[in-house]
């Protein structure tokens, strides 16, 4: 991070967690992180890199958060001080732990196993107790609180997703639970062609953590923003048996509202296919996202 971006990370005005302590600044940000790095494309996108100083009024309509999801709202909360430090440092880790499990096996790694890695792998780091601390607030605290009105999946933070339940699914690096997940994209590239493809499966919450914080980044520490684009960790429908298609050469189309003018997704539609979990016009407070099959 350079020092500007992170003098605005120290500036932000609206408190997520009381803070209070004086500011020690580890080397971490002594030197620009070298790591921009999101290993493969997945939904978290890449527009919000697009962001400006606009700030919206959405007062109650939800909706209006929905469909301006990039955009900088009044009462948006953001990750700041201390937090904003912790938020780069457990990222950091996060990064480094899904390089060195690789990035299919990552898509299952429970909390515990990150922990772990982060303690045993070499050339990582382990995280502090402060960092824990960190990430046990994210992920107790409310989603609520900035605008995420989805439903809580996993209750605990040691909360895992059994292996055995899962399937690889080639030339994917991503996992699909066995039964109706694996059935219904079967049913999806047998009626559509093999220009769909599985985008993302399985998420155990070692990667929603990774999704969320790497879209909190981006974002400039807006955890409101981030949460419209992406489930907090906890929150994910993919810790169930949802999972996110696409068109197969459409890069990061395959994660905005492209996605939904393909021919891929007309078909899908005309076959009845298509039962969106977050609406166009929904009042959970999260994008359109057209390309996320509801299991
Ligand atoms: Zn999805």
Redo the contacts with the bound molecule.
């Keep these: 991070m350079k020092r500007r971006e992170f003098v605005k990370y120290l500036s932000y005005s609206l408190p997520l967690f009381s803070c209070g302590c004086s500011l020690h600044l580890p080397s971490f940000f002594q030197k620009p992180i070298e790591n921009k790095e999101v290993s493969h494309l997945e939904?978290i996108g890449s527009a919000a890199l697009d962001n400006t100083d606009k700030v919206l009024d959405a007062g109650n309509d939800i909706t209006k958060k929905s469909l301006n999801f990039n955009e900088n709202f009044a009462d948006d909360i953001y990750c700041k001080g201390q937090d904003a430090i912790l938020l780069e440092q457990v990222l950091a880790k996060f990064r480094a732990v899904q390089r060195y499990v690789g990035n299919g096996n990552f898509n299952l790694l429970g909390m515990d196993e990150f922990f772990m890695y982060s303690r045993s792998a070499a050339r990582i780091e382990a995280v502090t107790r402060e960092e824990k601390d960190f990430i046990e607030r994210l992920f107790y605290f409310d989603a609520r609180s900035y605008g995420f009105h989805g439903e809580k999946n996993f209750t605990s933070l040691t909360q895992n997703i059994s292996k055995k339940t899962t399937v690889k699914v080639p030339y994917t690096g991503h996992f699909l639970r066995k039964g109706p997940s694996l059935d219904a994209y079967n049913k999806i590239r047998k009626d559509v062609g093999d220009s769909i493809i599985l985008t993302?499966g399985v998420r155990a919450l070692a990667k929603q953590f990774h999704l969320f914080l790497e879209k909190t980044h981006q974002s400039e520490g807006n955890l409101s923003k981030a949460s419209r684009s992406l489930a907090p960790p906890g929150y994910s429908f993919?810790g169930q048996n949802?999972f996110?298609i696409g068109k197969v050469g459409f890069g990061l189309n395959n994660f905005n509202e492209n996605f939904a003018a393909t021919r891929e997704f007309q078909i899908l539609r005309d076959l009845g296919y298509v039962d969106i979990r977050y609406e166009e016009m929904n009042s959970l407070g999260v994008r359109y996202?057209p390309w996320?099959i509801k299991i």
């Design positions: 939904d993302s993919h949802d996110d996202e996320h």
